[in-house]
């Protein structure tokens, strides 16, 4: 299974990125898809998280900001991100949890995943 990620960069505070995130493979289902964030000298933390049912969790911090969405026939998991402040700056990251794969006639698993991380930066 890989995960693929895109859409970091560069903004001004205020401004928008959105983020998308593709697994590919054998995958038979995914149960969660999340993005967390790691900032220089701190802890890796969850920023949101959605189930295969639309259920979703947010950061205090990016509550009325932030979007998560899924694409469950692709595979794929969108973090918009409006309004960005300087303290949003860090590398984000995307998890595939309780990931089955087809095997055989049968499913593996579960698997967790990660993906190798797309930077923002918002500066002006």
């Known amino acids: 299974v890989d995960l693929v990620e895109s859409g970091g960069g560069l903004v001004q505070p205020g401004g928008s990125l959105r983020l998308s995130c593709a697994a590919s493979g054998s995958i038979f289902s995914i149960d969660v898809m999340g993005w967390y964030r790691q900032a220089p000298g701190k802890q890796r933390e969850l920023v949101a998280a959605?189930?295969?049912?639309?259920?979703?969790n947010y950061a205090d911090s990016v509550k009325g900001r932030f979007t998560i969405s899924r694409d469950n026939a692709k595979n794929t998991v969108y973090l918009q991100m409006n309004s960005l402040k300087p303290e949003d700056t860090a590398v984000y990251y995307c998890n595939v949890d309780s990931l089955f794969v087809v095997a055989g006639l049968g499913t593996r698993g579960p698997y967790d995943y990660w993906g190798q991380g797309t930077q923002v930066t918002v500066s002006s």
């Open positions: 959605v189930t295969s049912t639309g259920s979703t």
